[in-house]
Every structure is written in C-alpha cells, then in structure tokens.
C-alpha cells in the first residue's frame, strides 16, 4: 500500500508542476500566469479541490497517442471565496494550448452540472486556442454541450467568464452566453475568425489587439464587461464582483454590516446637480455620494457611457443604479445605451437584485443612423426589461425626464413600485422650447416680435406643464423629496420593498423584441 501511495504522490507532483519547466517559462514570458496560479488568486487559500485530475484524452492519430498529459488542458473542481462555495475550470495553455478535446469539454460539462445542481456560481478562466483541430468534430461537440448548459445556467447561477488569453471561435462564444465577461489588456483577445483569416478573406490587415483585444471590447463592441491592466487585478475584481452576487437565483445576494448612517444627510447633491437642465454634471458622482461609504462597481463603464450600469449597497444591501449620464450625449438614450441598460436589469431581475433608477433623460438620440439601425427595437428591450422586472423597483428623477425616454426609464406606468422626485424635476413630452414650437407655431409666426412671443410662450408652458409638483399633483410622483434626503428615502422605501413578490402570467417564456 505504502508503494501505491507513493506512487499517486509522485504523480500528483508531476501534475501540480505541469507539463515543463520550459513550458511555464514561456507562460510567463508572455506576461501571463500558469493556469493554478491563477485559481490561487481567485479562491480562498487551501480551499480549492480537483476535480478528474488524472484525466487524459483516449484520441489516436496526428501524434496524439504518444502525448497524453494529465488534465487534459482544463483544470476543474471547486473552492470558496470568502467563504462561499464557487466552482471553477481554467484552460492551461501549457497543455495543447488550451485547446478543447473530448476529454477536456467532458470535465468542463461536469463541472458546469455540479454548479448547477449545487448552486453556485462558475467562474471560468479562459486561455485556449479553439477546438483541438486533431480530434475533428468530437471537439466541435464538446463546445455544443458548453453552449447547452451556458444557456441552461442563464439566470439560475452566475457565470463568470475571465479572458486571459487568445480565445477564438467556439472559446469566444461560451462567454459571449455568460453573465459577465473580464479581460485583460495585451494578452487577452476574443474573435471568432482571427486576423490571419479576416486578411485572406477580405484583404484587411489587423493585429490580435486591434481586431479583438480589451480595449476592442470594452468600448467598441461591447462584449467585455470589465477590462483591466494586469491579471491580479482583474482576478480581485472577479472576487469583489462575486461579493456582491447571490449564488443562485433562489437566493438574496449577500448584505453586510454597514457603518456609514441610514440617515446620513446629503446635502453636496445641491451643489452636484445644476438646477439648469441644459448645464451637465458628472452622475457618478451622485451616486458616490447616495451609496454606502461611495462603493460601486460600474458594469461596461467605458462602452455606452451615456448611461451608467453598477453595482453598489444601500445600507448594506446590494442594488442595481441605472443613471443617465448628463457628460455624455446629455444623457440621451441610444441604441448601444438601451442594450447596456436592458442586459443590465435582466441580469439584476435574475438574481433579486433591487433596482435603483435616477432619470436625468432629454430623450432619445435623434438621426437618421439610429433610426435605420433600429433605435425603436432596440429601446424597446430596455422597456421589455423593465416591465418584465419583479425585484422591487424606485425610479428617481433629478431633472428632465422628456418623452418615450422618461417612460422606458422604469416610470411608474410601466411598473415602478415607488418614484421620487427633485424640487428640479421636468416631466413633459419634450422640452418647453420645443414644445412651445410645436403648439403655438402660428401665434409665434403671426407676432410682431416672434422671439419675445417665443420667449413668452415658453414660459407660459413650463407655468402649466413643467412646474416640479405637476406630476406629483397627478399621482405619477410618489412625492418630492429634498435631495439631501435621498440616500434615507432610498433605503427606507427598499427595506420596506424587501419582501415584494409577483408572479409572471402562466407561459413558457416571453418573447422579447431582438
């Protein structure tokens, strides 16, 4: 017996260094960690346990019978970070390049299903180069049976996708089916055709970074969530993300204790917040100041940046904030903002997570490229979003709230359980100037003074429709409210909201606008 254990020690040791030393030195020549070396990072110490470690492929032909590694490429098992139990797989470069097999896609399938029947998120550790092209459509297979159980997942588990290395074809579209996606700048790339095959087909020169990087990613496409400089950040962002998510979908996310005041007055908002809705201010600073002790993590903060999508906590409870972005197009909504913003709320629907919506909205983007990139389906998955969102949800207006935008931005028509206004607040259908263009054009025309009858007019329309408490008066405010009081509002209306429950009409699934 002693023997045999040895043996399995001797085994084990092999597997724990990998395949070479020369291996590992080419990993790390590339600015990038071996494969354990990141799941070091991301899981408690000595929490992490294996699961199919001696795995290894059973395919013949091009050489593959004489190279058999352990692993088979993948790591799998499970471990905890702070203490909650997460399951894991991490490509390992330094075996086949990362590359899927039959073997390695069964250890990813198994350990998607014991998530899944667990309960806890996944977090995958991306660094691999496709399908294993010697093992031909078995590996093809394997990448159908991930897309199966990623959709399966959607919305029951979180799932966590981590870019850490050039990830082409079917290795680029399991996270594209992930809740959130992390990348790192210079090593990390996402494409399904790479630059040599988009140059031999249409003639386009372009490097790794330029066609598919985190850069690419974060601001033109919209496929990574996240992007950051090196990957022990990105990886402890990875764990503070996980912080603020439940395990499950039948589960509330996690609260903590929580020492900055429920009742701490915010008086700075009155100086933040220009009365004068054509003057712009920065959103996020309203929401450091309104969050527990000015944490939030933003969701695509550099993609769509004319709204804001985060994470926080109000009294210690974690939140979903949708904001308007008065820096950036005014805060208008267009096509890019409205996906942002509609992914967003689904994903805070999921997993219980209250939604917290501060309007500052002119309206929607006009022009001819919104209009004929279909800006009217693509706002309208921001309005599917909303009215199909149980958590509880309160709508803040700070200033202008125009048109079809102020009623898809979660307005009490479409469901919002409790909306809050400034003494600033303008909810109309356009703006005065605008409004007053339309309705009195003739008397503008026919005045002898047609700017001083404008201006006239103008002011005679905000007296009637636009003044703060026209809204209130009619019941679409809950109240208005001193902005220095809003952070107490806020938690005291979502403590009250905790235990909200509503049921969906009996259906298979709806059919939300593409």
């Known amino acids: 017996m002693r023997s045999h254990v040895a043996e399995l020690a001797e085994i084990r040791r092999q597997v724990l260094a990998g395949p070479s030393e020369k291996a590992t030195r080419a990993q790390h020549a590339k600015g990038k960690l071996t494969a354990r070396e990141r799941l070091g990072l991301l899981l408690d110490e000595g929490s992490f346990r294996e ?44 075996i086949f390049g990362g590359a899927l097999g039959e073997a390695h ?10 998530a ?49 290395g050039p990830c082409a074809g079917g290795a680029a579209y399991s996270p594209a089916l992930t809740d959130f996606v992390f ?46 400089d090196d990957e022990e950040t990105c990886i402890a962002e990875v764990r503070y993300l996980l912080s603020m998510l439940p395990q499950n979908n039948r589960e509330n996310p996690p609260a903590v204790p929580c020492d900055d005041p429920h009742d701490r007055r915010c008086d700075t908002l009155a100086d933040l917040v220009p009365a004068d809705g054509n003057r712009p201010y920065d959103m996020a600073e309203v929401i450091e100041e309104l969050v527990d002790d000015g944490e939030y993590l933003e969701v695509h903060e550099r993609w769509a940046r004319n709204i804001i999508c985060a994470l926080a906590r109000l009294g210690g409870q974690v939140v979903g904030v949708v904001a308007n972005q008065p820096r950036v197009l005014a805060g208008v909504l267009d096509i890019e903002a409205s996906e942002k913003a509609a992914r967003f709320v689904q994903m805070c629907d999921a997993f219980s997570i209250p939604i917290v919506t501060l309007l500052d909205v002119p309206g929607f983007l006009p022009g001819v490229d919104q209009e004929h990139g279909g800006i009217i389906r693509h706002g309208a998955k921001l309005l599917y979003a909303y009215c199909n969102a149980t958590v509880p949800r309160i709508s803040l207006i700070l200033r202008k709230a125009y048109g079809g935008a102020y009623i ?83 938690i005291h209306s979502l403590a009250m909201l905790r235990t909200k429950h509503a049921d969906h009409p009996a259906r298979k699934h709806g059919n939300p606008p593409q």
């Open 51 to 94: 699961v199919e470690q001696l795995r290894r492929h059973r395919a013949t032909g091009f050489g593959l019978e004489a190279k058999k590694p352990y692993t088979d490429g993948v790591i799998t098992g499970w471990g905890t970070v702070e203490g909650r139990t997460v399951f894991v797989y991490a490509h390992d470069f330094r």
């Open 408 to 490: 898809v931005m979660d307005s009490q028509s479409i469901g919002a359980d409790l909306t809050y206004a400034w003494p600033t607040n303008e909810i109309a259908v356009m703006g005065a100037e605008g409004a007053a263009n339309v309705i009195f054009r003739r008397r503008i025309a026919e005045a002898e003074d047609p700017e001083a009858m404008r201006a006239e007019l103008v002011k005679e329309y905000k007296a009637e429709l636009m003044h703060p408490y026209y809204a209130a008066e009619r019941g679409l405010v809950d109240d208005v409210i001193d902005p220095a009081d809003t952070r107490e509002v806020l």
């Open 105 to 114: 896609a069964t250890k990813i399938h198994k350990i998607m299903d014991m």
């Open 183 to 228: 990348m790192v700048r210079e090593t990390s790339q996402m494409f399904i055709t790479g630059p040599d095959v988009v140059k031999a087909v249409t003639g386009e020169e372009i490097t790794q970074n330029g066609l598919g990087g985190a850069d690419v990613h974060a601001e033109t496409s919209g496929v990574c969530h996240f992007a950051y």
């Open 116 to 164: 899944m029947a667990a309960g806890a998120p996944l977090v995958s550790l991306n660094d691999g180069a496709g399908a294993r092209i010697q093992e031909g459509v078995t590996a093809l297979a394997g990448y159908g049976g991930i897309f199966q159980r990623n959709t399966r997942a959607s919305g029951v588990i979180p799932q966590i996708s981590v870019m850490l």
